[in-house]
């Protein structure tokens, strides 16, 4: 799968977006290691903290659906109307760290199909959480 098609996948699910109160759209498309793709978009509530960030519902869909092994995922989101490059929040990067290899799993951030950047779980959460 080329990261140009996933980041569509992305750019598809931001349109799903529910951010009526920071105005922030963000779409995920998720690659399973089986090829399959699980997509998510940001969902706000009214009392803020049961805001749900666009990776993690791609990465709960995915985990719901019995899927556990992970090759990348391509992020995108901006204000209405605007495209930045979103870096993951730290509360997506520990969820992503349950799940994949910090060492192979890739973060696509794009702004567009053409301009992005590719990154390693391990180099965006370095000293992530574990149990031991
Ligand atoms: N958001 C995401 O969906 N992903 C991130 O990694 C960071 C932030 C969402 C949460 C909220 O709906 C909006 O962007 C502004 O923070």
């Known amino acids: 799968m080329e990261k140009k098609e996933l980041i569509r996948y992305a750019m598809n699910a931001r349109e799903y977006a529910y951010a009526p109160y920071s105005g922030f759209q963000v779409g995920a498309a998720l690659l399973c290691k089986n090829g399959k793709i699980y997509t ?32 990348c995922i391509a992020i995108v989101g901006g204000k209405e109307g605007e495209m930045t490059a979103p870096s993951p929040c730290g509360v997506c990067l520990q969820v992503m760290a349950e799940f994949c290899d910090a060492g192979t799993f890739e973060v696509i951030m794009a702004k567009s199909e053409d301009e992005y950047t590719v990154k390693k779980l391990s180099s965006l959460l370095p000293y992530g959480f574990s149990l031991g």
């Open 40 to 71: 998510g978009c940001n969902i706000e509530n009214a009392a803020f903290t049961p805001t749900n960030c666009g990776e993690r519902t791609a990465f709960f869909k995915a985990v719901s659906e019995g899927e556990r092994e992970f090759e």
